[in-house]
């Protein structure tokens, strides 16, 4: 059969191969949700996961910070809701389903840190870093959303992957059936991601004045090499950085990889089913941090308002402590 847009694509630019981009996209989602659904998302594993979090002093304006971004994550997690339930082809709302999970996921994030910190970031960028140092390096999010990378250094990123990875022998090409091939998945996508960051920071090095100074274009010398990893040692990846990633690759990069080609309905709507269990409790775990840190009793009127007020169709149980 004649793929003439894909055909197009490949003669104009670099263009990712429909069938190995949907697989990522698919496996990834898939590992996620295998984990969250047999890990310690229960309400007693978060409560005793959580139990040690102090509650801050009050600090009115930083809460209604974190009440604000809870609001948006519901929100998302409502339009996933929806699109599990009333659509019927799931092919037409999965691009949008992904913009939802990860606007659940940002917004979620982005309380925690309000929570933590009290600090507000004008970027996504600057949030994960943030999330990074408030979150996950103090262990305040469960397994899988706490692996992590601190530096793109290729000799430390390699020794982080070994440790992660052990034994297990799986990776981003499995779909994975158990926890086991899960964990071989995103270990292996969060090696994809470290990989990829690290091609833009050699790329924005190249840029640079230093970099030019040197009258050299690659990093084989002593000096340039450097430099770069002077960049590289200050980057990072962690769950928010993999989620931008996955976000811009289904809106902008990987143009018509979810919805050309192949036939794989029954593989799209376990997508749509996996993008709303990762998220939700994702939301969870974040309301279950967030609930022990504003001031006391101020979530449950939270919670409270969002059920007497909203015009959602859903209900308060992600957010409901």
């Not at 270990?187 to 833009?200: D, N, P, R």
């Not at 811009?248 to 709507?269: P, T």
């Not at 279950?288 to 101020?298: A, L, N, P, Q």
């Amino acid at each position: 059969m004649s793929q003439w847009l894909l055909e197009r694509l490949f003669e104009a630019k670099d263009q990712a191969e429909p069938r190995f981009a949907f697989q990522g996209t698919i496996n990834w989602m898939r590992a996620l949700s295998e984990i969250v659904s047999n890990g310690s998302f229960s309400d007693k594993d978060l409560n005793d996961f959580y139990s040690k979090v102090q509650r801050r002093a009050v600090n009115r304006n930083s809460d209604t910070l974190v009440f604000e971004n809870m609001h948006m994550a519901h929100h998302n997690l409502a339009s996933l809701f929806s699109m599990n339930e009333d659509i019927e082809d799931k092919y037409d709302i999965s691009r949008a389903a992904i913009v939802s999970w990860y606007y659940a996921t940002y917004f979620a994030a982005s309380a925690m840190v309000a929570a933590s910190s009290g600090s507000a970031q004008e970027t996504h960028a600057a949030t994960s870093k943030v999330w990074q140092v408030d979150i996950v390096e103090k262990d305040f999010i469960p397994y899988p959303f706490n692996l992590s990378l601190s530096s793109l250094v290729t000799k430390t990123v390699d020794e982080n992957i070994k440790t992660y990875r052990g034994t297990n022998i799986f990776d981003l090409n499995n779909y994975a059936q158990d926890s086991t091939q899960a964990h071989g998945s995103i270990v292996s996508y969060l090696k994809g991601t470290a990989g990829y960051k690290k091609w833009e920071v050699e790329e924005r090095v190249k840029s640079s004045r230093e970099f030019k100074d040197l009258g050299v274009d690659n990093f084989r010398t002593k000096v340039a090499r450097e430099l770069r990893d002077k960049s590289l040692e200050k980057g990072q990846v962690n769950y928010l950085i993999q989620a931008f990633r996955y976000r811009g690759k289904a809106n902008y990069r990987d143009s018509i990889f979810l919805s050309y080609g192949d036939d794989n309905e029954h593989l799209i709507e376990k997508f749509v089913e996996d993008l709303l269990n990762v998220s939700f409790n994702f939301v969870r775990a974040a309301s279950y941090y967030c609930s022990k840190r504003v001031e006391r009793d101020t979530w449950a009127e939270f919670v409270a308002d969002i059920e007497e007020n909203t015009k959602l169709s859903v209900d308060v149980s992600s957010i409901k402590i």
